[in-house]
């Protein structure tokens, strides 16, 4: 699942045309889809996963004034194991990356994963030793919402894109809900791909590696 | 202690600090490096090897009575020659006065000084610090092991001047052991205190100590 397209997650062998018409969508499974994905849009039940800034703005979504209820999310689900979206709000240091990645195993599936703001999605202005760049390292995710931090408008506009995303779904595409493991050593990417994506930018690449 | 004289810090470690200076040259000589005044503050750089005798006077003597330990830290400078300095902040809560005690430490040498825990209780966790980023062994400190980073991190100790500020290893390297990292692994039950009360606590939670299931007691 997740916007970002693991490897290898077509190389599947190749259907018979009897699975393909089991399967492809039809006018069963397309009204079905369309019942099950507007109860899960509108339902969704975040787990908060706060670490920085980004979860101030996060809590000022959820209060009185911009009022996450409006999107079916009124119950903030404290237990990952009653959550089905996770939205990581701050920063992540990689003390914390096994405790994100054990938090998204115990999630039950369908589940989703929003990456708010610019540390999370990117590692932001900490590109240092204790920052994950970016959590898609870490966990698949679906939404980048950018922002340092993001308004709550910003995050609210995440929320119905992935709302959008989730009305797309079909129960025929099984690879939806595949956890594109690369190996046990529970990594998500492969590992060329998290140092290629981790790459520094801006004014760190001045920051040489070499002691 | 009389009265706690606070805010007035700066001002009276000016006043204060010839006297602890000069009472520090008379009794210990040799051991007291060179001494100086930063924007008030009286600093005082002693020798490695007496400096818990030192740091213990401080401490017991009616006239100094330096009985609260702000901090502990340390410095690297990007001088390769200059040697690494450990800091003591001190103050007198009695008396008012600050005084900052400095360790150096040659480069070149294991990095190795005596911990003050058994002079200052709030030493632990700040001693534990300063080892976690700059290496500085403390000898005689009762759990010395990182902090801040997990117990595992390999990688060295950040806050040197020569630690690079992405790391030694790769992004995914670094990714690849912390994920392998187990965090409940990092909580001992000493941590939780458990293990002072683990003769009152049920025959059941015991059994479940004694095997090992958050960490063993003893």
């Given at each position: 699942?997740?916007?970002?397209?693991?490897?290898?997650?077509?190389?599947?062998?190749?259907?018979?045309?009897?699975?393909?018409?089991?399967?492809?969508?039809?006018?069963?499974?397309?009204?079905?889809?369309?019942?099950?994905?507007?109860?899960?849009?509108?339902?969704?039940?975040?787990m908060p996963f706060g670490?920085?800034?980004?979860?101030?703005?996060?809590?000022?979504?959820?209060?009185?004034?911009?009022?996450?209820?409006?999107?079916?999310?009124?119950?903030?689900?404290?237990?990952?194991?009653?959550?089905?979206?996770?939205?990581?709000?701050?920063?992540?240091?990689?003390?914390?990356?096994?405790?994100?990645?054990?938090?998204?195993?115990?999630?039950?599936?369908?589940?989703?994963?929003?990456?708010?703001?610019?540390?999370?999605?990117?590692?932001?202005?900490?590109?240092?030793?204790?920052?994950?760049?970016?959590?898609?390292?870490?966990?698949?995710v679906d939404v980048y919402?950018?922002?340092?931090?993001?308004?709550?408008?910003?995050?609210?506009?995440?929320?119905?894109?992935?709302?959008?995303?989730?009305?797309?779904?079909?129960?025929?595409?099984?690879?939806?809900?595949?956890?594109?493991?690369?190996?046990?050593?529970?990594?998500?990417?492969?590992?060329?791909?998290?140092?290629?994506?981790?790459?520094?930018?801006?004014?760190?690449?001045?920051?040489?590696?070499?002691? | 202690?009389?009265?706690?004289?606070?805010?007035?810090?700066?001002?009276?470690?000016?006043?204060?600090?010839?006297?602890?200076?000069?009472?520090?040259?008379?009794?210990?000589?040799?051991?007291?490096?060179?001494?100086?005044?930063?924007?008030?503050?009286?600093?005082v750089w002693v020798e490695?090897?007496?400096?818990?005798?030192?740091?213990?006077?401080?401490?017991?003597?009616?006239?100094?009575?330096?009985?609260?330990?702000?901090?502990?830290?340390?410095?690297?400078?990007?001088?390769?020659?200059?040697?690494?300095?450990?800091?003591?902040?001190?103050?007198?809560?009695?008396?008012?006065?600050?005084?900052?005690?400095?360790?150096?430490?040659?480069?070149?040498?294991?990095?190795?000084?005596?911990?003050?825990?058994?002079?200052?209780?709030?030493?632990?966790?700040?001693?534990?610090?300063?080892?976690?980023?700059?290496?500085?062994?403390?000898?005689?400190?009762?759990?010395?092991?990182?902090?801040?980073?997990?117990?595992?991190?390999?990688?060295?100790?950040?806050?040197?001047?020569?630690?690079?500020?992405?790391?030694?290893?790769?992004?995914?390297?670094?990714?690849?052991?912390?994920?392998?990292?187990?965090?409940?692994?990092?909580?001992?039950?000493?941590?939780?205190?458990?293990?002072?009360?683990?003769?009152?606590?049920?025959?059941?939670?015991?059994?479940?100590?004694?095997?090992?299931?958050?960490?063993?007691?003893?």
């Open positions: 699942m997740g916007l970002i397209d693991a490897p290898d997650s077509h190389a599947a062998p190749t259907p018979t045309s009897a699975e393909v018409a089991g399967v492809s969508p039809n006018f069963i499974t397309t009204k079905l889809d369309l019942l099950a994905n507007w109860g899960r849009a509108n339902s969704l039940w975040p670490t920085a800034c980004c979860a101030i703005e996060f809590m000022a979504t959820a209060a009185g004034r911009f009022d996450l209820s409006r999107f079916g999310m009124e119950r903030m689900s404290f237990s990952p194991r009653q959550a089905d979206l996770l939205i990581c709000a701050g920063r992540l240091p990689f003390k914390l990356a096994p405790i994100i990645r054990r938090i998204w195993d115990q999630m039950p599936q369908p589940k989703w994963c929003i990456s708010m703001g610019a540390c999370a999605s990117t590692g932001g202005i900490f590109d240092t030793y204790t920052m994950v760049q970016g959590i898609d390292t870490i966990v698949p919402v950018p922002g340092c931090p993001p308004r709550p408008e910003g995050l609210i506009y995440g929320i119905m894109l992935l709302q959008k995303k989730i009305k797309g779904e079909t129960i025929a595409d099984p690879t939806l809900r595949q956890e594109h493991m690369v190996d046990d050593r529970g990594f998500f990417l492969p590992p060329e791909k998290i140092d290629e994506i981790s790459e520094p930018f801006g004014n760190s690449v001045h920051q040489t590696r070499s002691a | 202690m009389s009265s706690v004289v606070g805010g007035v810090g700066g001002v009276g470690g000016v006043e204060d600090g010839p006297t602890a200076l000069t009472a520090l040259t008379s009794r210990f000589g040799s051991a007291i490096l060179r001494a100086g005044v930063s924007c008030g503050d009286q600093i490695r090897d007496r400096a818990h005798e030192i740091l213990a006077w401080l401490r017991d003597d009616p006239e100094q009575q330096f009985n609260y330990l702000t901090d502990v830290t340390a410095v690297d400078y990007r001088d390769p020659e200059r040697p690494l300095e450990v800091v003591y902040q001190l103050r007198s809560l009695s008396r008012g006065v600050d005084l900052r005690i400095k360790i150096p430490l040659d480069k070149s040498q294991p990095l190795r000084v005596d911990s003050v825990w058994d002079l200052w209780k709030g030493a632990d966790w700040i001693e534990r610090e300063v080892y976690d980023m700059f290496g500085v062994v403390f000898t005689g400190h009762p759990d010395l092991r990182r902090i801040l980073m997990w117990e595992t991190y390999a990688e060295g100790y950040p806050l040197r001047k020569d630690f690079p500020l992405r790391g030694h290893f790769t992004r995914a390297e670094q990714t690849r052991q912390a994920l392998a990292a187990n965090p409940e692994a990092h909580y001992s039950l000493e941590e939780l205190s458990l293990a002072e009360a683990y003769d009152e606590l049920p025959e059941d939670v015991k059994r479940r100590l004694d095997k090992g299931e958050r960490g063993f007691v003893r």
